[in-house]
T-cell receptor, first 108, second 112 residues
Framework: GIQVEQSPPDLILQEGANSTLRCNFS?????LQWFHQNPWGQLINLFY???GTKQNGRLSATTVATERYSLLYISSSQTTDSGVYFC??????????FGAGTTVTVRA | DAGVTQSPTHLIKTRGQHVTLRCSPI?????VSWYQQVLGQGPQFIFQ???????GRGNFPDRFSARQFPNYSSELNVNALLLGDSALYLC???FGTGAEAFFGQGTRLTVV
């Protein structure tokens, strides 16, 4: 199966700071999603981005499929941005393969 | 519109027992997938069903089984529970294979 690596594993930010999370994957994909897992465990969809660039408020994401990586940008971080961010990828099959996640802590 | 709904939200079972977890997909979605997430790790794929047929199975023992009903809802069954089955079980629905997946709130299973 596809291997997914996320970095860094942990990130501590001061409120207002900007950050970049990275996701590397080992094979070509036709599905790439970024999720934020809230403290109750639910995975919240951030982006569906198998290629290209998207923005949603303070968050944006870029996937360079030919180089097998994706980046998630958080700007002007807020304490509510804290949590675990997952990258998940899928190819021509039926499943999503998840990375181990990046734990983000934003301090006031 | 309702999102993906799972029931129950929490469950405590004893080793050796059987458990059934339920999932209702988003209206119009025909694909349902199940994932297991143990503490500190990313979710791991268990099953996918599309149009009531099993399309894929992850590396889980035969104690795990699932099915999809005509209304596209799904059940995940686990027999002979082990302590190691304690985890958050997540259900995802999508319009089809490769389409954006949406997850339910999960069922937190504790085996004692």
């Amino acid at each position: 199966g596809i291997q997914v690596e996320q970095s860094p594993p942990d990130l501590i930010l001061q409120e207002g700071a900007n950050s970049t999370l990275r996701c590397n994957f080992s094979d070509s994909v036709n599905n790439l999603q970024w999720f934020h897992q809230n403290p109750w465990g639910q995975l919240i969809n951030l982006f569906y981005i198998p290629s290209g660039t998207k923005q949603n408020g303070r968050l944006s994401a870029t996937t360079v499929a030919t180089e097998r990586y994706s980046l998630l940008y958080i700007s002007s971080s807020q304490t509510t941005d804290s949590g675990v961010y997952f990258c998940a990828v899928g190819s021509n099959d039926y499943k999503l393969s998840f990375g181990a996640g990046t734990t983000v802590t934003v301090r006031a | 519109d309702a999102g993906v709904t799972q029931s129950p939200t929490h469950l405590i079972k004893t080793r050796g027992q059987h458990v059934t977890l339920r999932c209702s997909p988003i209206s119009g979605h025909k694909s349902v997938s199940w994932y297991q997430q143990v503490l500190g790790q990313g979710p791991q794929f268990i099953f996918q069903y599309y149009e009531k047929e099993e399309r894929g199975r992850g590396n889980f023992p035969d104690r795990f089984s699932a099915r999809q009903f005509p209304n596209y809802s799904s059940e995940l069954n686990v027999n002979a529970l082990l302590l190691g089955d304690s985890a958050l079980y997540l259900c995802a629905s999508s319009f089809g294979t490769g389409a954006e997946a949406f997850f339910g709130q999960g069922t937190r299973l504790t085996v004692v």
